[in-house]
């Protein structure tokens, strides 16, 4: 097979920032996904349905006219978030889904949310709508180690979160562990994942042997081999809990190359190829269009795309950086100066 035509794909998991980087990237996505959910972790984050519907416009204001592609906005979870607002914002069309980033997990995630007793009443509300709950997947105690932290947030904090709210339908994004995909499996057509290019290509050795390579430093960080093979077996099976969500998370390369790096692979240009590759090895390109084109509109209620896209092998070499505002603002893209098996035509 030399080609390969799927729906056209969307990205349930996103970083568009804002400003000068939000211009420069947002081309990347828009040009092959048909949506995407865009992460709500600005600075300041992304709280009210009034600065979603802000960012949404300073999105759209960003495309050509004739651009077909559609961000689907998320707000961030705080102890103070208001079940009302949320409401409003999912029934006016503004909001799809709310973001929990365990405060302190993540980049920008200080904000988030310290105890989930103090956001019952929103996750109440959340069940009654049947609004997905998208969760950063990590526990932040510090006594846990940074390769356990997934496995263990599914067990002391998911597990018990669905047990409390029945109702509940939450996404763990990026899963990177084949505990997460148990999980998923175990909780059918409630619990579903987003899975990203760079936890399917690689893993920790990738990271670290042979020297420490800040441009595949991501949270969640890259597993053991045997993790990446389970991730792999789940997304190449075709089942519905499984879906794609790129988390492009654009830093420039000051930013990344520096003695404490920020966390985040960009991966927008190329995510499309770098999942047909890993299908395309697995020989399950006929799943391809499941994971990345089907699974994530059926969990979300939403219909798949009607047009589109095709695949083509070809050799192409990875661009090295993007730049935002001039040299001194450079990005630098998942796999730089790599070939790549395939392009989108
Ligand atoms: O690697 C990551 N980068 N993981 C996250 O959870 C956040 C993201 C970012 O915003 O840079
Ligand atoms: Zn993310």
């Not at 692979?265 to 399950?284: E, G, K, M, N």
Request: net charge negative; glycine share 6%.
């Amino acid at each position: 097979m030399d080609t390969l035509t799927l729906h056209r794909p969307d990205d349930w998991h996103l970083h568009l920032r804002d400003g000068a980087m939000l211009a420069a990237v947002l081309p990347d996505s828009a040009a092959i996904m048909g949506r995407a959910v865009v992460m709500p972790n600005l600075v300041p984050p992304v709280v009210t349905t009034a600065q979603a519907a802000a960012y949404r416009e300073r999105i759209r204001s960003l495309l050509p006219p004739d651009s077909r592609f559609e961000p689907l906005m998320t707000v961030y979870l705080t102890d103070q978030s208001d079940p009302q607002d949320i409401e409003a914002g999912y029934v006016d069309g503004v909001l799809s889904a709310v973001k929990l980033y365990p405060a302190g997990a993540t980049t920008n995630s200080d904000a988030g949310v310290t105890t989930l007793g103090r956001v019952g009443r929103v996750l109440e509300r959340l069940e009654r709508l049947g609004m997905p709950l998208l969760v950063h997947g990590e526990v932040t105690d510090p006594d846990i180690d940074i390769f356990d932290r997934e496995a263990v947030f599914l067990d002391r904090v998911l597990a018990p979160l669905l047990a409390r709210h029945p109702a509940l339908r939450v996404v763990v994004e990026h899963a990177t562990t084949s505990q997460a995909v148990d999980f998923v499996r175990a909780h059918p057509g409630r619990v579903g994942c987003t899975v990203t290019p760079q936890h399917l290509l690689l893993n920790r050795n990738d990271l670290l042997v042979g020297g420490i390579k800040p441009h595949l430093y991501c949270l969640p960080v890259l597993k053991r081999a045997a993790h990446q093979q389970a991730l792999i077996a789940a997304v190449t099976s075709g089942e519905p809990g499984f879906f794609l969500g790129t988390d492009s998370a654009p830093h420039t390369v000051h930013r990344k190359e520096t003695a404490v790096g920020c966390a985040g692979c960009y991966s927008a240009p190329i995510a499309l190829q770098l999942y047909a590759q890993v299908f395309d090895q697995a020989h399950a390109l006929d799943k391809l269009d499941a994971f990345a084109s089907l699974n994530g509109p059926a969990f979300y209620g939403l219909p798949a795309n009607r047009d589109t896209v095709t695949l083509e092998r070809a050799w192409v070499v990875v661009p090295n950086r993007l730049e935002i505002t001039g040299p001194a603002s450079a990005v630098r893209p998942l796999m730089a100066g790599q070939t790549l098996a395939w392009r989108v035509r």
